[in-house]
């Protein structure tokens, strides 16, 4: 039998470490983005997290940019910001009362010739900045000031016919039923009645407390299946943002003696819960006293 001499068999050596792992190819190359972090510095790193996994649960709190949920099962699970911040909500509902000047709203309208709207808007959502390094496309364009149509993606100021969508910012609503919205350079003015819903979708936990229901999808490295690279986070609540609540059933939550800025039950997880992120600019006028636009 012929002998391979030393340089040869170096070489087949090198070449069978270069090959492919169980001839599969690249193992993160088919992973989602981002889940190779998944272990939270725990085990080895060079592992993806490649199992899914679905759970709902409640709202314990955040770690940095770690959701920690309470699984119905009763084990905790920490989750991890998914990459795109839009896929991280908080959603709940709202009435008139909850508006405030320089809120950031979207909505969509049917608008005829002239750019007069045919009829009330269905739905108006409030919403919060975000860093839009992270966004593309139609969903970067929920974000940004402006008004988009399909007809004519990516012009902000096309001419106001046919159904567009409206991004901008709140500048008031009338007695009359009028939302006065300014969208990038341009005011628009649309009519909102009984039926039209306000929601309020934030993708932060400025108005989240402890116990908000959450569901999670995600990917984990086995065995840790508590520790979750999120691809979406839901977190909702049955609470009603404008709401009038009586000052006596604000009052009963409270021990006597006890401090109103101690009750933790009426606070958001690092914000007001009234106010979030949007506290009331000093040139905003109560909802009685806004003019008619």
């Known amino acids: 039998m012929p002998r391979l001499c030393l340089p040869l068999l170096a070489l087949v050596i090198l070449t069978l470490n270069l090959l492919p792992f169980g001839g599969s190819g690249d193992r993160l190359a088919a992973q989602p983005p981002g889940t190779e972090a998944a272990g939270f510095g725990q085990g080895s790193s060079t592992l993806p997290a490649n199992e899914i996994t679905n759970f ?38 709202a009435t008139p009362a909850f508006l405030q000047r320089g809120m950031l709203v979207r909505f969509s309208a049917n608008f005829g010739p002239g750019g007069v709207p045919l009829a009330p808007v269905e739905k108006i959502t409030l919403f919060q900045p975000v860093d839009l390094r992270s966004l593309h496309g139609r969903t970067k364009e929920q974000f940004t000031p402006g008004i988009y149509s399909d007809a004519n993606r990516g012009n902000r100021n096309q001419p106001m016919v046919g159904k567009l969508s409206i991004v901008g910012r709140l500048i008031g609503l009338a007695p009359n039923g009028v939302l006065a919205v300014q969208a990038g350079k341009i005011p628009v003015q649309v009519p909102v009645d ?71 039950s009426d606070k958001a997880l690092g914000s007001d819960p009234e106010k979030g992120d949007n506290p009331k600019p000093d040139d905003a006028q109560p909802e009685t006293e806004k003019e008619d636009s």
């Open 56 to 93: 709902k649960g409640a709202l314990k709190g955040m770690r940095r940019n770690i959701v920690v949920v309470e699984k119905e099962d009763g084990s905790e699970a920490l989750v991890a910001l998914p990459e795109a911040i839009s896929s991280f909500q908080f959603v709940a509902k």
């Open 194 to 264: 009984a039926n039209t819903t306000l929601e309020v979708r934030y993708n932060n936990l400025a108005l989240a407390q402890e116990g908000d229901p959450v569901s999670v999808t995600g990917f984990y490295q086995p065995p840790n299946e508590n520790q979750v690279k999120a691809d979406r986070i839901t977190i909702t609540t049955d609470r009603v943002y404008g709401e009038y609540q009586p000052a006596t059933e604000r009052k009963s939550r409270r021990k006597r003696g006890d401090k109103a800025d101690d009750d933790e």
